[in-house]
């Protein structure tokens, strides 16, 4: 049973504009999520990290938690052709153990 | 610092071979993964160390040995694999349960 779900798109969207990636997860002890971008070949690269309710920023990136409904997103401003890659959702299992778990990621193809 | 060193970036070993890949942090990081990657698929989890102690296994083939000589080393010792086993493997490292993860950059294994 997937603990963390992504649509794995690809999402399309032109330059300029805002992507908005989407992530849920079913264990409600999860506390903390992240998201990552992988580049073809590459490998993930940690661009948020979430701990609570509500948004948070970092330039032209804002991490969305809502653990009432059990979602994660992350929206993307300004989208560049340079932001083209997969997008990851990891978010942490609870049960005694804190397992780091992936989502199957979604594709983001930014075009000009 | 966020670096996560990996060697060596390609592998290419007969099923009869054995080898190690190494992964090295100096962030005083606690927490150590081995993860695994195949083509267009989510990273897998293979094994998380916490202050040097294997703590989770996930039913990994004994094929692959990990192992954890200290806080700022990780090795994946590999024998007899299979073809299969061809992927991306990578190492990450957190300062401790459910806080970031960074990563490295990847060994590119083939199995011949």
């Known amino acids: 049973q997937k603990e963390v779900e992504q649509n794995s798109g690809p999402l399309s969207v032109p330059e300029g504009a805002i992507a908005s990636l989407n992530c849920t997860y079913s264990?409600?002890?999860?506390?903390?999520f992240f998201w990552y971008r992988q580049y073809s070949g590459k490998s993930p690269e940690l661009i948020m990290s979430?701990?609570?309710?509500g948004d948070k920023e970092d330039g032209r990136f804002t991490a969305q938690l809502n653990k009432a409904s059990q979602y994660v997103s992350l929206l993307i401003r300004d989208s560049q052709p340079s932001d083209s890659a997969t997008y990851l959702c990891?978010?942490?299992?609870?049960?005694?153990?804190?397992?780091?778990?992936f989502g199957r990621g979604t594709s983001l193809i930014v075009h000009p | 610092d966020t670096e996560v060193t990996q060697t060596p970036k390609h592998l290419v070993m007969g099923m009869t071979n054995k080898k190690s890949l190494k992964c090295e942090q100096h962030?005083?990081?606690?927490?150590m993964y081995w993860y695994k990657q195949k083509a267009k698929k989510p990273p897998e989890l293979m094994f998380v160390?916490?202050?040097?102690?294997?703590?989770i296994n996930e039913s990994v083939p004994s094929r692959f040995s990990p192992e954890c000589p200290n806080s700022s080393l990780l090795n994946l010792h590999l024998h007899a694999l299979q073809p299969e086993d061809s992927a991306l493997y990578l190492c990450?490292?957190?300062?401790?349960?459910?806080?970031?993860?960074?990563f490295g950059q990847g060994t590119r294994l083939t199995v011949v």
């Open positions: 264990d409600r002890g999860s506390q903390s």
């Open positions: 990450a490292s957190s300062l401790g349960a459910s806080t970031e993860a960074f």
């Open positions: 990891a978010g942490g299992v609870s049960g005694g153990s804190y397992i780091p778990t």
């Open positions: 962030m005083g990081h606690r927490a």
């Open positions: 160390y916490s202050y040097e102690k294997l703590s």
């Open positions: 979430i701990y609570s309710n």
